[in-house]
């Protein structure tokens, strides 16, 4: 069945430093889309990636989408400490309709 | 004004013992789900239902019975609890099927003694 994998599991970072987390689809993928869920919370969409190569921006926060739409990644720049938390690919194949999600990459800020 | 709403927040429970699990949107949506996020933070999929109806069900063991009433309400019942059951469960709702964006409720911690 399709896969969705995310790495690092962890990452710990200086607050300042810059921090990215990878994800990678054994399938193709209609869409991608990213969550955070903050320590003790739930996860709350951030954005959502739909056409090859595509790059976005929020702030600090990069997201992009492959060439080939089976992977993404996300990178913070200058890290803070509300950014600590858990974030989660998650992504779609077009004859499913179901979000598979990512194992999650949980990031610590050390200030 | 809480989009997605469950009940209870916290739920401890003996071994054995069936419970239920409330979920409710005042989203308008037409698609809800059931989660089950264990230790590790990995959210898998259960149930998703479409205007009350059953369009997705994982392998989960059948001692896990959801309900939809309307499409604004998505109940989670089980029954003869195991200690394995133990985990976060997140509701979530999305405009349609399609795997579109998902709200999710603020989850049920559940501990089974």
């Known amino acids: 069945g399709q896969q969705v994998m995310q790495i690092p599991q962890y990452q710990h970072v200086q607050e300042g430093e810059d921090f990215t987390t990878y994800c990678n689809s054994s399938?193709?993928?209609?869409?991608i889309q990213w969550y955070k869920q903050r320590p003790g919370g739930h996860p709350v969409f951030l954005i959502q990636l739909v056409k090859s190569g595509e790059v976005k921006k929020q702030k600090r926060l990069t997201f992009q989408f492959g060439e080939a739409k089976k992977n993404s990644s996300l990178h913070i720049t200058a890290t803070q400490t509300t950014d600590v938390g858990t974030y989660f690919c998650a992504g779609s194949s077009s004859n499913t309709g179901k979000l598979i999600f990512g194992q999650g990459t949980t990031l610590q800020v050390k200030p | 004004d809480t989009a997605v709403s469950q009940t209870p927040k916290y739920l401890v429970t003996q071994m054995g013992n069936d419970k239920s699990i409330k979920c409710e949107q005042n989203l308008g949506h037409d698609t809800m789900y059931w989660y089950k996020q264990d230790s590790k933070k990995f959210l898998k999929i259960m149930f998703s239902?479409?205007?009350?109806?059953?369009?997705i069900n994982e392998t989960v063991p059948n001692r896990f019975s959801p309900k939809s009433p309307d499409k604004a309400h998505l109940n989670l019942h089980i029954n003869s609890l195991e200690l394995g059951d133990s985990a976060v469960y997140f509701c979530a709702s999305s405009q349609d099927y399609r795997a579109d964006t998902q709200y999710f409720g603020p989850g049920t911690r559940l501990t089974v003694l």
């Open positions: 399938t193709t993928l209609s869409n």
């Open positions: 239902y479409n205007n009350k109806e059953l369009i």
